[in-house]
T-cell receptor
Framework: AQRVTQPEKLLSVFKGAPVELKCNYS??????LFWYVQYSRQRLQLLLR??SRESIKGFTADLNKGETSFHLKKPFAQEEDSAMYYC?????????????FGTGTRLLVSP | ETGVTQSPTHLIKTRGQQVTLRCSSQ?????VSWYQQALGQGPQFIFQ???????GRGNFPPRFSGLQFPNYSSELNVNALELDDSALYLC?????????????FGEGSRLTVL
């Protein structure tokens, strides 16, 4: 079964502090992992994909197949990073059918 | 901004009623999927349509049905509404020729069932 676990409902940090939003997944094949973000009063949007291996808005995420994790990291949090973050998985072997989302982590960055 | 638009944004129904939610995606986005997001949860896949045919379905009963039209619009229909159907319903589209999980979401239709 495909499952995504985000253990923290809320992560509160001060501006300039490092941030790590945890994501663990369960999938028997080769998954494709994503982070989606929803800023206040905006729609859900893609932040980054593990395949592209790029840094978006200072955020990075590395797929660790041994630990089945895809944690999102940023060295210095900014107030504008405050948002709801969802980790998501799709089955890479059989082509895209659906995204399986975690329950989300709310990141609150205080000044 | 062009993108995925959904209507209505909010609606209230009573148990047993039927509802139709609508979505309009961008030109060239021939795959559309619908997700249900209950309060405090992540979005949950309902089904996906490609070229006007359903080609993937999540764990939802048959009273959840959909349609996709040639003009890139689509509908989600829910019959015999139950209280647990209260949720935010999200439409998401994907460009032609792209076979990844990079989806473009609408702002959602919030359904309340009383």
């Amino acid at each position: 079964a495909q499952r995504v676990t985000q253990p923290e409902k809320l992560l509160s940090v001060f501006k300039g502090a490092p941030v790590e939003l945890k994501c663990n997944y369960s999938y028997s094949g080769s998954p494709e992992l994503f982070w989606y973000v929803q800023y206040s009063r905006q729609r859900l949007q893609l932040l980054l994909r593990h395949i592209s291996r790029e840094s978006i808005k200072g955020f990075t995420a590395d797929l660790n197949k041994g630990e089945t994790s895809f944690h999102l990291k940023k060295p210095f949090a900014q107030e504008e990073d405050s948002a709801m973050y969802y980790c998501a998985l799709s089955g890479g072997n059989t082509g895209f059918q659906k995204l399986v989302f975690g329950t989300g982590t709310r990141l609150l960055v205080s000044p | 901004e062009t993108g995925v638009t959904q209507s209505p944004t909010h609606l209230i129904k009573t148990r047993g009623q039927q509802v139709t939610l609508r979505c309009s995606s961008q030109s060239g986005h021939n795959t559309v999927s619908w997700y249900q997001q209950a309060l405090g949860q992540g979005p949950q896949f309902i089904f996906q349509y490609y070229r006007e045919e359903e080609n993937g379905r999540g764990n939802f009963p048959p009273r959840f049905s959909g349609l996709q039209f040639p003009n890139y619009s689509s509908e989600l229909n829910v019959n015999a509404l139950e209280l647990d159907d209260s949720a935010l319903y999200l439409c998401a589209s994907r460009p032609s020729g792209v076979n990844t999980g990079e989806l473009f979401f609408g702002e959602g239709s919030r359904l309340t069932v009383l």
